[in-house]
Nanobody
Framework: QVRCVESGGGLVQPGGSLRVSCAAS????????MGWYRQAPGNQRELVAS???????FYVASVKDRFTISRDGAKNTVYLQMNSLKPEDTAVYYC?????????WGQGTQVTVSS
């Protein structure tokens, strides 16, 4: 069974940087576009960035030019480098394919941006 495991979250001050990682079992990365999603308290889960198997990327407007998504097929891992973090980036971050599969959701990793 494929499962995504997120890590690397934490507490960071506004303007700081953080990199979160997503390791997946199985060959999920070979065939699927992978995405990073986030869910803040009281909000719906939203897609913030994605990367295709060919390396094409997409970013939602609110994170464009601040976040960078990348993937390492040999390690079955997807990364999200987050720079110039803002308090509104505070959320639980998840990875999944695009569109998401209910079977792939992991526990997520908490990112808190606060002074």
């Amino acid at each position: 069974q494929v499962r995504c495991v997120e890590s690397g979250g934490g507490l960071v001050q506004p303007g700081g940087s953080l990199r979160v990682s997503c390791a997946a079992s199985g060959s999920i990365f070979t065939f699927y576009t992978m995405g990073w999603y986030r869910q803040a308290p009281g909000n719906q889960r939203e897609l913030v960035a994605s990367i295709s198997s060919g390396g094409s990327t997409f970013y939602v407007a609110s994170v464009k030019d601040r976040f960078t998504i990348s993937r390492d097929g040999a390690k079955n891992t997807v990364y999200l480098q987050m720079n110039s973090l803002k308090p509104e980036d505070t959320a639980v971050y998840y990875c999944n394919r695009v569109p998401p599969s209910p079977n792939f959701w992991g526990q997520g990793t908490q990112v808190t941006v606060s002074s």
